[in-house]
């Protein structure tokens, strides 16, 4: 996709090989959680973002996820009201299921948003895709998060990923997601967090990434594509930072 998404990509994928032994517990928690889930028959997916999305995660922080699902409630609708009783109910037993799994650490989950895969089942089948922002939301949440019961939804991703007229559509799109994700102060905030827990738990930044994080997290948008295209021409270049 374009250069920031790009870029988001590279640094999420470094800060990933820091996972640390909170992250892989919760991971393991909410995929257990989703197969019992399956089990009671709720065909249901994550994708997680935030801080477990790097792998940088305390027990102390929160996790924002999207939940993905087939609602025949509300096939015909993107995303399910709040008070769908299919997505309290799943809401529910995933923050009960987790924390049980969790040894009652009591870990907050925030639900962001949801996509009913009925709808986007039947939409895909009418080739109802370009111009569809559930189609949008799904990819860029593919791309950006991390997922749990991948195999759920992977399908319709890689079908979405084959329309060349769809990818052409959702860059500019996905460009201006990110952008507006990346520029709440949380996001910034997070990111400093990330690099001190990393710090304090004794191991080495590369100072290659340490220097593109600096890059990322300074200046908007425009400058920091221009610091990649430098940084790309002239690797030493890192006297100004
Ligand atoms: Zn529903």
């Known amino acids: 996709m374009s250069t920031l998404?790009?870029?988001?990509?590279?640094?999420?994928?470094?800060?990933?090989?820091?996972d640390t032994k909170y992250a892989i517990k919760r991971m393991q928690a909410f995929r257990l959680a989703i197969h019992e889930l399956g089990e009671k028959g709720y065909r249901v997916g994550l994708e997680l973002?935030?801080?477990?999305?790097?792998?940088?995660?305390?027990?102390?922080?929160?996790?924002?996820?999207?939940?993905?699902?087939?609602?025949?409630?509300?096939?015909?609708?993107?995303?399910?009201?709040?008070?769908?009783?299919n997505f309290v109910f799943e809401k529910e037993e995933l923050s009960k299921s987790v924390n049980r799994k969790l040894d009652g650490e009591n870990l907050k989950?925030?639900?962001?948003?949801?996509?009913?895969?009925?709808?986007?089942?039947?939409?895909i089948r009418n080739h109802d895709i370009l111009g569809n922002e559930a189609m949008y939301r799904l990819l860029f949440y593919r791309n950006?998060?991390?997922?749990?019961?991948?195999?759920?939804?992977?399908?319709?991703?890689?079908?979405?990923?084959?329309n060349e007229d769809f990818?052409?559509?959702?860059?500019?799109?996905?460009?201006e997601a990110l952008?507006?994700?990346?520029?709440?102060?949380q996001h910034r905030l997070s990111f400093n967090k990330y690099n001190e827990r990393i710090l304090?738990?004794?191991?080495?930044?590369?100072?290659?990434?340490?220097?593109?994080l600096r890059k990322y997290l300074e200046g908007d948008e425009e400058e920091n594509n221009e610091e990649i295209n430098k940084a790309n021409d002239d690797k030493d270049n890192e006297s100004k930072l």
Not at 150 to 156: A, E, H, M, N, T
């Open 5 to 18: 998404i790009e870029k988001y990509l590279v640094l999420k994928n470094r800060y990933r090989n820091f």
């Open 49 to 85: 973002l935030g801080s477990i999305n790097f792998g940088i995660v305390e027990p102390s922080s929160d996790a924002d996820c999207i939940l993905l699902h087939f609602c025949e409630l509300h096939k015909n609708e993107p995303t399910c009201p709040d008070n769908c009783p």
């Open 109 to 123: 989950i925030d639900f962001l948003d949801n996509i009913n895969l009925a709808y986007i089942d039947t939409s």
């Open 144 to 162: 950006i998060a991390r997922p749990v019961n991948r195999p759920l939804f992977v399908p319709y991703c890689d079908l979405l990923e084959e």
């Open 167 to 175: 990818v052409k559509e959702i860059i500019p799109w996905a460009t």
């Open 179 to 185: 952008s507006g994700y990346l520029k709440t102060n």
């Open 200 to 212: 304090s738990q004794g191991m080495l930044l590369p100072q290659e990434l340490a220097d593109e």
